[in-house]
Structure formats: C-alpha cells, structure tokens
Nanobody
Framework: QVQLVESGGGSVQAGGSLRLSCAAS????????RAWFRQAPGKEREGVAA???????LYAESAKGRFTISRDNTKATVHLQRNSLEPQDTALYYC?????????????????WGQGTQVTVSA
C-alpha cells in the first residue's frame, strides 16, 4: 500500500503556472508508476499525465506542451508543472500510484490515491 499526499493547488489567473507535488510513503513508494488525474465538477475523472519508475512519460492530448510530469525517486515525490493554465483546467487534481505495466492514464489501473488538491483558474 502506498500513501499519497498532494500539495501545491490554489487559485491562479489564466495564463499562469502552478506546480503540484505528490509525496509518497509506504511499501513500493519508490517503485510504483505514478500519475495525475483530475475531475472537474459534473465531469468524469480523466488522466492528465503519468510517469513510470523508469521515467517514461505519457500525457493526455490536453496536457501536451503545457504540462510536465517529473519524479524524484530518492524522495518518492512526483511533480506536475503546469503552464499556460486555462479556465477549463479548473478541477480537483489527484495523485495516483500503481504497479501496472506499461504506464497508462486509465484510473482503474491505479489502486492508490491521494485526497486531491483543488486548482482554480480564473479568466
């Protein structure tokens, strides 16, 4: 079991940037694939970006060119740098961990989840 704690959410104006972080602890914290998902009000949860234990990355089309996922295996921490934010990026962002291969953006492939951190982008 991996425990996940997100941080870095907040409010920002359109065009701004935010960096989310996710600290992991517990068994397999450093060897799990990690991902960021988000859920906007009234919408389903969607995958944003994922990174394998080897550093392989995967991005949703909406995130390509604007978001960058990275990980620090020594600290079992994953970051999501988000630039050029838009109002439609407003959502509750969740960190997830899983042991599946290959890394995916499918929520059912991840069995460990954080509580989420809110991001609000104003026009």
């Amino acid at each position: 079991q991996v425990q996940l704690v997100e941080s870095g959410g907040g409010s920002v104006q359109a065009g701004g940037s935010l960096r989310l972080s996710c600290a992991a602890s517990g068994n397999n914290a450093r060897s799990a694939n990690r991902a960021w998902f988000r859920q906007a009000p009234g919408k389903e949860r969607e995958g944003v970006a994922a990174i394998s234990v080897y550093g392989t990355t995967l991005y949703a089309e909406s995130a390509k060119g604007r978001f960058t996922i990275s990980r620090d295996n020594t600290k079992a921490t994953v970051h999501l740098q988000r630039n050029s934010l838009e109002p439609q990026d407003t959502a509750l962002y969740y960190c997830a961990a899983g042991m599946q291969w290959p890394v995916t953006l499918i929520s059912s492939d991840y069995n460990n989840w954080g509580q989420g951190t809110q991001v609000t982008v104003s026009a």
